[in-house]
């Protein structure tokens, strides 16, 4: 099966409303409430798998103000939640809905499951109202609807199942595997060339991604989100304690649209490989670049098409969710691949690129999504692009030297060994730490 560049982006590439996990629960609560005759949810249940729990459990929900949880994702979903609009599931969530969804948990009428031995991305939701019962599954993409059931039935008619479930022999659902198996089968030639296919459609579809990144970064800046790392860097640089140049551009900008993304700012973010700080970090980085040269809006484009090639490709080995930070390795190889095609560098220095940021961050752990995010968006985006200076000076990490190998392809593979077989009780350690700390609070 052979796909087009046109295909990747379609399944790689989406917007999406707050962090993608408590989004993607939010989704199948309000999918499982669409099945109900109209009526308050009266009771919520949602199992998960444990990297869905790991990286919902403390981030900012769009729309409530800076409340969190799992338990609040759902109880928003079903509550105010619009199914239709994937991945914007939350964009209708307004102070009213905020509240009411706040009266069910704390009623205790929405209960949360571990699913501790499940392995791959996995949601299910069930919904109680006016009698009846009705339940929504997620499998493999954070909007991939793959069941449906009311009082036990099965739903085969929805078109919340057309446009992402398992009866639909198109859907992206169906296709990621596939698209990962043949995405493994490319060399990095091959990826730079997929560039060329890109039409005037994929260009404006590009743009958007980055105006509505910028957007994020923009109101980071200016109110001083979240942690506030952005803007701190900023101040740094007024101050004259730190100097402007590419790398600190690139990480102002990318960790202030982190730090109002982390605080559940009501902006979407074009998100890269299911994930919206992979989607910064694969965009912003290159952007900020783009200020200190002079290049056409095309060459720009084209990079940033390429940066979400290669984090699908580094993603392919290590998962949608694991132990490792996927913005450090996959989308900061993508930011590095692509600032370095910006630099005018050919394969061979962006080869050089992807094993320097490999070498570099290949250790940084995902211990969920949250407001300190920002500090590991900042490392990324700046270490992509001095990466990508290095390689463009002739400076690249060897084979002989630890995870790296002779190739970029190698290499980005080995990053998928460490992560599926050398850190599954790290991630199982990591999560432990964080349920011991959360529940020692209670």
């Not at 659902?173 to 039409?199: F, M, R, V, Y």
């Not at 692509?338 to 940084?364: F, R």
Request: charged share 20%; aromatic share 4%; with cysteine.
């Amino acid at each position: 099966m052979t796909f087009s560049v046109k295909d990747i982006l379609k399944m790689e590439v989406a917007p999406a409303l707050g962090c993608t996990e408590p989004v993607a629960i939010a989704l199948a609560a309000a999918a499982a409430r669409a099945q109900l005759p109209e009526g308050p949810p009266e009771e919520i249940e949602i199992w998960v798998d444990p990297n869905i729990y790991k990286n919902g459990i403390a981030v900012a929900i769009p729309g409530t103000e800076g409340l969190s949880g799992l338990d609040m994702a759902a109880a928003l979903g079903a509550v105010g939640g619009d199914p239709y609009r994937r991945l914007e599931v939350l964009a209708p969530v307004d102070r009213q809905a905020a509240s009411k969804a706040k009266s069910l948990v704390d009623e205790g009428r929405v209960k949360v499951n571990l699913l501790a031995d499940r392995r791959g991305l996995y949601i299910r939701a069930a919904v109680k109202a006016c009698g009846h019962t009705a339940q929504a599954e997620i499998e493999t993409l954070h909007d991939n609807i793959v069941s449906l059931f009311l009082d036990g039935n099965r739903i085969s008619d929805s078109p919340l199942l057309a446009s992402g479930g398992q009866n639909d022999p198109g859907s992206p659902g169906q296709d990621l595997p596939a698209l990962e198996k043949w995405l493994k089968q490319l060399t990095l030639n091959q990826l730079l060339e997929l560039i060329d296919q890109l039409d005037g459609q994929d260009m404006t579809f590009v743009r958007q991604g980055i105006d509505l990144n910028l957007q994020l970064a923009s109101h980071g800046l200016k109110y001083g989100s979240g942690l506030g790392v952005g803007k701190t860097l900023m101040r740094l640089v007024r101050q004259k304690l730190i100097k402007k140049d590419m790398i600190t551009a690139a990480r102002i900008l990318t960790s202030a649209a982190a730090d109002a993304r982390m605080a559940g700012v009501k902006l979407p973010a074009m998100s890269s490989a299911g994930s919206g700080n992979h989607g910064l970090t694969a965009i912003l980085p290159i952007v900020a670049v783009r200020d200190y040269i002079e290049v056409e809006e095309k060459t720009l484009l084209e990079a940033v098409a390429l940066s979400h090639l290669i984090t699908g490709y580094v993603k392919a080995y290590t998962g949608r969710l694991s132990a490792i930070c996927g913005c450090s390795v996959a989308a900061g190889a993508g930011a590095t691949a692509g600032t370095t095609y910006l630099l005018s560098g050919d394969v061979h220095h962006i080869a050089g690129a992807i094993k320097n940021l490999i070498m570099d961050l290949a250790g940084v752990i995902c211990d969920g999504a949250k407001a300190g995010c920002a500090l590991k968006l900042s490392t990324a985006a700046g270490t992509a692009v001095q990466a990508a200076l290095f390689a463009l000076q002739g400076v690249t990490v060897g084979p002989e030297d630890g995870i790296i190998s002779a190739s970029p392809e190698a290499t980005m593979k080995n990053v998928g060994t460490l992560t599926n077989e050398g850190m599954i009780e790290t991630d199982r350690t990591i999560l432990n730490i964080m349920l011991e700390k959360r529940f020692s609070q209670k």
